[in-house]
């Protein structure tokens, strides 16, 4: 879990900074996690409201979606975090906003955390920009090797005209 412990923040800018297995932030059962995870909160505190801006540093295991080949991506993701005793600012439904009290001393961040570094995860999954992928006949990567499959694709509707001849005046 990770928690902000905000009873702890002076008044004005602090920094706080750690790292986190991926189990700490329930993160175990996707094995794209396996390093840890880098956490820097930057924190102002102004009166009764404390922002924070957090930047997570990771690396995640992949599978290319083109050639299947597994690759590591660097991932970086910053959230912005409004802790606050002003009832109305939270009502507004913004997402990232906790209501705090006198006597709340802690909030957890651990979800907001988790849902960042799964949404940054790609969609399509590409392990470089040039990827050629695999030979769709025999399955060779092409980015580590040439096949020697026919690469003439045909349609066998047009196989009649192959018998066709034209005589040369």
Known sequence: MVK?????????????????ASVDIDLAEFIEFAYPVHIVHHLDK???EIYVKTTLST???LECDVCLDSYKLDLRETIDTILTKDSELVDRGEEEVYLI?????????TD?????LLLAIPYKKICRENCKGLCPICGV???HEQCTCANEKTDSRWEALKNITFENK
């Open 4 to 20: 902000l412990n905000f009873a702890a923040i002076k008044e004005g800018h602090s920094c706080l900074e750690l790292d986190v």
């Open 101 to 109: 009290s006198d006597s709340t001393t802690e909030i957890d961040i």
């Open 112 to 116: 907001s955390i988790r849902q960042s």
């Open 59 to 61: 690396s995640v295991n």
């Open 46 to 48: 102004v009166s009764n």
């Open 141 to 143: 990567n092409f980015n």
